[in-house]
């Protein structure tokens, strides 16, 4: 498969590389980045397309280009399913989540959970939080990345992930957060127009999408599939993907991060709006080409279709390396977002409440330091990542399925109900995260064959978004039976909730200066996203 690539192609590939080190490492004020506001949240002082469009960047990874096509490819449009759910959740986080968190005055999505509860509860989260990162965000972006290198370059996965990891952990160390800011808008705008052309070349080839449509069966062009569906059932589309969508883009770090460092409640609410506008494309740039690798190569299985599609001869010379650099940058822009993730949720969780007469200049070594004991974990890590199942992205989904719910409850009902309190929130968090990684692990054995036994063989066949949505009821029942009417933990009841929740938002709307008008245009493009949303539902239906 390398020969499919040009040497003209190479250098596409190469001035990619070349640019976005270049914005990493030399386009940045040497004097920032010394204390915690600019290496973490880059001086909170991010505009509206910043936060859009870093967002969509840091969301949209190898595993959406391998995985979204790949699904698409086998199962049809149903997978695009989760892509149009986040556009909600955004909606939710701009207009009524953003507000909170901007006015609480965090670094961290955990810090907002000990302002909210207690310590305990802060330092569980941003461990779980790590530990999701690293199987999530990092193993199967690099795994996703591999499978492509593999077929294109003839590279192992060991082989990219080592290139990959060590150039973005560079950049990603120098620079902080602003330096992940910046090339995050460049590759953003890069992996977005990629994949357009890779869909215009691909319909062309296809004969348009009337020629698509002719040549897949019927079942590939339908969103909602049957309740029994083992992999998109529509009750756990509609009912369990938002429970993983609420943890994903309203209490990650990962993604609130972006929130976080925006200059203004306006900017963060207008940033998220757009980065809801972009997330109905992944359906057409992401989806429909596996589609198109299903038309032309009947022959393709699963995750193989886009590599496939990438190898052909479908893409003119140059085009392909240009191609070939969106998918670059949509691994990089996840990788070096981790990172920094990582590096504030230890350096602000963990070692600032202990060190609490620390220096900014060491907060932000630590910092550092942070970023290169990860890049050095996840390359020893690697040689493990054979246990990422075959269809990437619903492995993703599976996975965040587990430890979404307990998280999506506490952060739901902490910020609606007051008399939540700090143990039962511990509790909760303990147990069902208990319950998720348990169903993770027992997967995981199954599959291997070390757990035979028919009962853990049927828990582990439960469909993954049912599997959250029971999880997510039995983490809410036991969270409100334990402030409600066990009364756990009145002691540690929290009297600044208005303060940090309701109170907040009004003061956080006058500081942020918003008027009418951009509440208008703000509510007028809400409406617009919603009726195009439903109505790609309508048509798919």
């Not at 822009?333 to 220096?359: E, Q, R, V």
């Not at 630590?366 to 996840?378: E, H, K, P, S």
Request: glycine share 8%; net charge positive; proline share 3%.
């Amino acid at each position: 498969m390398s020969d499919s690539i040009s040497i003209y192609d190479s250098i596409v590939i190469l001035l990619y590389l070349i640019t976005v080190m270049g914005i990493g490492l030399f386009l940045r004020n040497r004097n920032k980045d010394t204390n915690t506001t600019d290496y973490f949240l880059a001086g909170r002082n991010l505009g509206w397309f910043a936060v859009g469009i870093s967002l969509f960047a840091v969301n949209i990874s190898s595993e959406h280009f391998i995985g979204l096509a790949g699904s698409g490819a086998s199962r049809g449009l149903a997978v695009a399913q989760f892509e149009l759910i986040a556009i909600f959740l955004l909606i939710l986080l701009g207009w009524f989540i953003a507000p909170i968190y901007k006015n609480a005055g965090v670094f961290t999505t955990p810090e907002f959970l000990e302002k909210r509860f207690d310590a305990s509860s802060r330092k569980f989260f941003s461990g779980l939080s790590i530990f999701t990162y690293i199987i999530t965000k990092i193993l199967v972006t690099l795994f996703a990345g591999g499978i492509l290198f593999n077929k294109i370059f003839g590279w192992t996965i060991f082989t990219s992930a080592v290139a990959i990891v060590l150039l973005t952990g560079i950049y990603t160390l120098v620079g902080g957060f602003s330096a992940v800011i910046r090339t995050q808008v460049f590759q953003g705008v890069l992996l977005f127009l990629s994949g357009a052309v890779l869909t215009i070349f691909g319909l062309n080839e296809v004969g348009g999408f009337s020629g698509l449509t002719s040549k897949l069966p019927a079942e590939h062009f339908q969103m909602f599939k049957s309740i029994s569906d083992p992999d998109f059932p529509w009750t756990g589309i509609l009912f369990g993907a938002p429970i993983i969508a609420f943890w994903y883009w309203c209490a990650d770090h990962y993604m609130v991060q972006r929130i976080l460092g925006a200059n203004s409640i306006n900017d963060a609410r207008s940033g998220t709006l757009f980065a809801a506008f972009l997330k109905i494309f992944p359906l057409f740039i992401l989806v429909v080409p596996g589609l198109i690798a299903a038309a032309l190569f009947p022959e393709i299985k699963g995750d193989d279709a886009y590599p496939v599609l990438i190898a052909s001869d479908i893409l003119p010379v140059g085009v392909k390396g240009f191609v070939l650099s969106g998918f670059l940058a949509a691994i990089m822009s996840s990788l070096s977002g981790a990172f920094n993730s990582i590096s504030a949720l230890y350096t602000l969780d963990f070692y600032k409440p202990k060190h609490p007469d620390a220096s900014e200049r060491t907060l932000v070594l630590v910092g550092r330091m942070a970023t290169i004991a990860i890049v050095v974990l996840v390359l020893l890590l690697v040689p493990f990542m054979k246990i990422i199942n075959s269809q990437i992205y619903i492995f993703l989904q599976s996975t965040q399925a587990y430890i979404s719910a307990p998280v999506t409850a506490v952060f739901l009902f902490g910020l609606t109900l007051k008399k939540i309190n700090a143990k039962s929130v511990f509790v909760t968090l303990v147990v069902g995260e208990f319950f998720g990684l348990s169903r993770f692990v027992l997967e995981l054995l199954v599959k291997s064959g070390f757990a035979a036994n028919p009962l853990f063989i049927a828990y582990s066949q439960i469909n993954y978004l049912h599997f959250t949505i029971y999880l997510f009821v039995g983490s809410s029942l036991l969270l409100l039976m334990l402030s409600y009417v066990f009364h756990l933990g009145d002691e540690f009841y929290n009297n600044n909730f208005n303060n940090i929740v309701w109170e907040g938002y009004t003061s956080g709307a006058q500081k942020g200066n918003l008027g009418m008008s951009k509440i208008k245009m703000n509510i007028l493009v809400s409406g617009i996203i919603l009726i195009v949303t439903l109505g790609l539902w309508s048509l798919f239906i």
